[in-house]
């Protein structure tokens, strides 16, 4: 995939690393303290009622999502708010609070669904995202992953933001280490 987002990344790869958290701002303290991230924009409720699906059925999971740079890296931090199954739920009664999914940017979700289903990558989860498009996350792909993928879609909603995310982060100050996503 030939191109780049309005940070620099190249489409197709590793755009942003997740993690899912017991405590959004205990989480986004230490990111900022002690990697040099920040500042980091919040939805403080995701939860696209009836058109979020997890493991083909209706979700109702809610979660509080924070996201900023460090650098050229892009950090997503979740914490879900209620018990409801989801892929973060999974994650954590599995193997605890830590990684989640590594995201990859890409112009066409479904084609790259398609691409992901061909070499063994299972949809598991799906959901409309604010910047556009759904995002749709996968899983047993490969035994050597981590952790889920998630697929971005590029849209020029999505670019604008969060290159504006990345401008935010390039010599932040400190001020105002929580802002909102929208």
């Known amino acids: 995939m030939i191109g780049k987002l309005g940070w620099g990344q190249q489409l197709g790869t590793v755009a942003q690393i997740a993690w899912v958290v017991e405590d959004l701002d205990t989480a986004i303290d230490h990111l900022i303290r002690d990697c040099g991230a920040g500042p980091f924009f919040v939805i403080d409720h995701f939860l696209q009622a009836g058109q979020q699906t997890y493991r083909g059925a209706i979700s109702t999971a809610d979660q509080r999502i924070a996201m900023g740079f460090s650098g050229q890296t892009w950090f997503e931090l979740i914490q879900p708010l209620d018990k409801e199954p989801s892929v973060y739920r999974e994650v954590i009664e599995s193997r605890g609070y830590g990684l989640h999914h590594h995201g990859i940017a890409v112009t066409d979700v479904d084609a790259a669904l398609a691409e992901y289903q061909a070499r ?25 992953a981590p952790a889920f ?34």
């Open 120 to 144: 063994g990558w299972r949809e598991c989860f799906r959901s409309p995202v604010p910047t556009g498009g759904d995002v749709v996350f996968l899983e047993s792909g490969h035994c050597a």
């Open 149 to 182: 993928i998630e697929l971005l879609p590029v849209t020029p909603g999505m670019d604008a933001h969060f290159t504006s995310f990345w401008k935010a982060a390039q010599d932040w100050n400190g001020k105002d280490p929580i802002r909102p996503f929208i």
